[in-house]
Each structure stands twice: as structure tokens, then as C-alpha cells.
């Protein structure tokens, strides 16, 4: 697994406005937004319902277009990219973690963790290796032919995160990731997030309401109305 | 898991759904297979020659020709040999069980249609053994189960003796099988002089001349050259190649090409409806899904390419099914059906798999490839 770490910032955002446009009604969500990561950190971003969380989280995926504004990542510009560049970009350098799992039902846990592989020119063997390390790495080893709507939130979370790092991607972002679970698979969660922050060097922005899963970050930011609203905190 | 095992898995996660599509495009094809088979077989024209020329009366293939015609369409250049033929119809046993007797110079139907009928010297020699021999296609001698040396006694519709009978006796001589599966062997053939040297009726008259052309004449070219011969006799000719004639003869009852190639058209059309529906109904269902896949990184053309190859996985599916249950019923069918499903059938049938399962899924792929991220997100 790949360390990034950088002089320059991992993530910088400058002058960044992003403004939803319904029929007539104009909502605007960010206005010249800057706001810079460096590689190897864990920043949680918090801040109360339709303060543009998410929004941050899709620009940082590349999945919605900042109306002006640069957005550059471990040195490429994401606002410059087509569709199909900014495909092939997440699947080299972005994992996602989502809420809600996002796994396909119809796949078995080791068959989801290896979607991402499918898109490199990876035989199947070392795929199928990579696959059971980071199965092991979660913490289930062993459960991989397991279909994930069989297993418990905490567990369909835990194959989420082992699809998002199988890749060995340098950038996890990961939306409300302990939003489903319970306080106990929340923390399980959350430790495993922390080693891969400390141990694995993966850069981690993760949106969250709770501010203990916050806690697990070294630093948070908060977000209100489009801006960041005081100094971040950095955990000691 | 492999791109191919991804797409058999999103093609068939509601079983029973899935299950529905692929028997529907397997009764579909196996609709195809039969009437294509129909088309090809016995029945139809495909196996007929288009190098074989037949002389027949222009005012109507009932219509006799003058047997003195044939030293004239001999002795024309680029012809390489011509068989006097008379037809008789008539019944064998029950007045339902039709059979058709083709009577033609044993010698000249070798040279003429030895090929395509399968014809061997030594079957010429033994029908030519004795004036009441025949030969009999193994479609008919299968059907009515007979064998050689047997003896059958066919009652003529309209062909009567010079006595009046109208019951003509033969003795099978041997069984010819044809070039092909598709050669169309449900008929006799006996010795024109023998029919015609008993029949009370229009003697020396024939009912059309087979004949073969030399290898470099072209059979088109040569047909213009016999009708000029006789244009300004009692009797013109017309002169068709075998495919050409049988054409003709089938059109007489109704256009069986046509007929059959509206109700394959109806049923795909109708599948065809059904499968982009159903697939369009399952993509909405699956838009989060293809949301999640395109965040993790597949290419929006990937996607395009996997829902095509879903559809086009179901047809395959289905239609392999549809078109071995034709095969089946092919070889099951009484040989009086003149069913044939060739390589051929089987190839046009393939291609069709392949063109209905791309049209089916182009819809639902181009929608799949068209779905924004954030929209595909929105439907959870």
C-alpha cells in the first residue's frame, strides 16, 4: 500500500462557487470556498444539514462540477478533466465510503470488494489475492463468499471499506460512514479508518454529524451556509 | 469474478424475471427454427438447384409438350443432357396418402439430377432393370415404411391406362437419399417409357424436360435460347430453373416465404417490445446501482457495454435454447414435414440472436450510459 505525502497541499480548493439552479430559483452552496489537505491527513468535515457537506464531498469525487473555481488533487486538476478521465481518476486514486454501503446485492462480499480490480489489468489470481488481504484486513477474513445483505451494518460497512482501499488508492472519502451503525460497529469502524490513516498513509476526508466520529480525525473543519465558520480544530 | 461473470450476475439477479425473458426469446427462436426449417426444407426452395432447367408448356405447367421437342433442345448447344419427364399423381392405399411419380430415361435423370438426388449407377441399373421399377426417396419410403423389392400400387388421379385402369404397379428398385438433409426425396421416380407406353391419354407427350446445362453455360442465359426455339410453335415453352419452378408451384397455393416471414417478423417485433420494456423496467431499478459503479470508477461507455452485454447475454441464452428445441423437433418431425434445420438456419438464426439482442439493449444502455452520478443517487 502507497503513503502519500506531499510538500504542497494533497487537496487544495481556490476560489471554488457552486450554485444549484431549479426552474427560476438559484441556491447558492459555496462562494469562493479555499480550503487545503495535506497528504496523510484525516479531516472530518461537520456542520448542520444543507450547510454543502456533501457537495464538498462530490467536487472532491469528481461526480459534481464547481460552476468556478480550481480543484486540484495530489497535483491534477479535477475541474479540467472530461467524464471519462475523471472515471479513470477515481479508479486509481479515490476510494469512496458511503452511509449507506452502496454494495450490489447480488454479488458476494469478495465480489464486491473486487470491482474496482476489474478495471486494472490485474490477473485474476492476484486479484483474487488482493481481495482476501483486505477481506483479512477488515477483519473478515473468511467471509468473503458471504452475500453482504446477509451481514450486519456494521459488517456491509467494513466490506465497503475494504472495496474502497482494494485498489490502493491514496485519497478515502467517506460520507457519514458510522450514520447507520450502531455506537459499537461505529468505533470499529472508526478504529479501522484511524489505521489506515496512521499505518497505510491514506489521506481521509470524511463528512459526519457525530462528533465523536469526528473525534477520530486530526482535524476537523466546519461547515455553515458555504463556509468554513471558525478555525479548525486539530486533534492533540 | 470476471467482467462476463459480472454481467451473467446483473442479468439474472431476480431469477424469475430473468428466467421469463430467457423462455420467451427461446419460444421466439424456437418459432424461427421451425419455420425457417419449414422454409428450408422438403417443403420449401432452398435445396432446389437454380443450375437445373425444367421446359415446360407456357400455357401452363399442366399443359404436355411434344416428346419431338427433345432431339431440338438435344442437340442445342451448351446443353449437356436432357430427361423426357411425365408426371403422375395419384394414391397409394388410403386416397389421403398423395404420392407424386416422376417418370423420366433412367440414363439421362443420372446425368441430369444424379447429383442432386443422390443417384448412384447402380441404382440406374437396377431401375432400369425392369419397366415397372422405381426408385423412391427415403423421406417417402421412410413415411410410408418401405423397403426394397416391396411392391406398391399407386391409383392416378387422372393418368388412366389404355385399358381405363387407372392402378399402376412398381417395384422398388432402390432408395435415393439426396445431396442433403434439405433435398427435397419424398416422390418416385420410374421409367418414362413405361407410363408412357401404357397410358391410354396424350402419348408421346411430355409434362416438362429436365435438363443440365454444359459447366460454363450459364442456365439464364441458355433458358431465353430453348423458349426461342419453340416460340413459334403450337406449343411455346417456358423454361425455369428448378428453383425458379418450385417457386412458382408454391406461390400457386400461397406465398409461404411471405406468410412465414410476417409471423417471425410479428413474434420478434413483439419480443422485442417486451424484452426493452422489461429491460428498461430493471435499469430503473438499477440506476443507483450503475451510480455506485460509476463512482468506484466504470467508465460511462463500460457500463454502456455491460447493459448491452446483459441483453445480449439473455438472447444468447434464449435463443441457443429456442433453436435446439427446433433442431429436436426437426429430427422428430415425420419426414413428411420437410423439416431441415442446417448450418445454415442455424447461422442466420445466430446472426439474428445477435442483431435483436443488441437492438433490445441499445435503449436501456444508452439510458445506463446517459445517467449522472448525482441523479442515479437521488433514486436510492
Known sequence: MTTLKTESPFIALSGVSKTYRTGNESLPIFTNLDMTIQGGDFVAVMGPSGSGKSTLLNLLAGIDHADTGDIQIAGQRL??????????????????????????????????????????????????????????LVGLGGRGKQNPTRMSGGQQQRVSIARAIVADPSLLLCDEPTGDLDRKSADDVLAMLGYLNRELGKTIVMVTHDPEAANAANRTLHLDKGVFVENEQVAA | MTFLGLIRKSAVRKPLRGSLLIVSVAMAFLIYGLTASFIAGSQGTAAASDDLLGVMNAAGRAQPLPLAYLPRITELQGVAAVSPITRLRGSVGDARNVVAVSAGNPDKLLAVSGKELGLTNAMVDALDDGRDKVLVGRALAQAQGWSIDDTLTVTAFRTRKADGSRDWRFEIAGIFDGKSPSTDTYFILAQYDYINNARGK??????????????????????????????????????????????????????????????????????????????????????????VLKVLGFRSSRIMMMVLAEALFVFLVGGTIGICLAKLASLAAPPALGLVLDTNVALRAFALIFLLGLTSGALPALSAMRTPILSAFRTR
Do not use: C
Open chain 2, 202 to 291: 396424350n402419348r408421346d407427350t411430355v409434362s416438362t424436360f429436365a435438363l443440365r446445362p454444359e459447366p460454363d453455360v450459364s442456365p439464364q442465359q441458355l433458358a431465353p435460347r430453348i423458349d426461342a426455339l419453340f416460340a413459334n410453335s403450337a406449343a411455346p415453352t417456358r423454361t425455369l430453373s428448378e428453383k425458379q419452378f418450385l417457386s412458382a408451384f408454391l406461390s400457386q397455393y400461397a406465398d409461404v416465404k411471405r406468410v412465414v416471414t410476417l409471423v417471425v417478423s410479428v413474434s420478434f417485433v413483439t419480443l422485442l417490445m417486451i424484452v426493452v420494456n422489461t429491460l428498461v423496467f430493471a435499469l430503473r431499478e438499477r440506476r443507483f446501482e450503475i451510480g
Open chain 1, 79 to 136: 475541474d479540467h478533466m472530461g467524464e471519462a478521465a475523471r472515471a479513470a481518476w477515481r479508479a486509481h486514486h479515490l476510494g469512496i465510503v458511503f452511509q449507506f454501503y452502496n454494495l450490489l446485492p447480488m454479488l458476494t462480499a469478495a465480489e464486491n470488494v473486487e470491482l474496482p480490480l476489474l478495471l486494472k489489468p490485474i490477473p485474476a489470481s492476484v486479484r483474487r489475492e488482493r481481495v482476501a488481504k483486505v477481506l483479512d
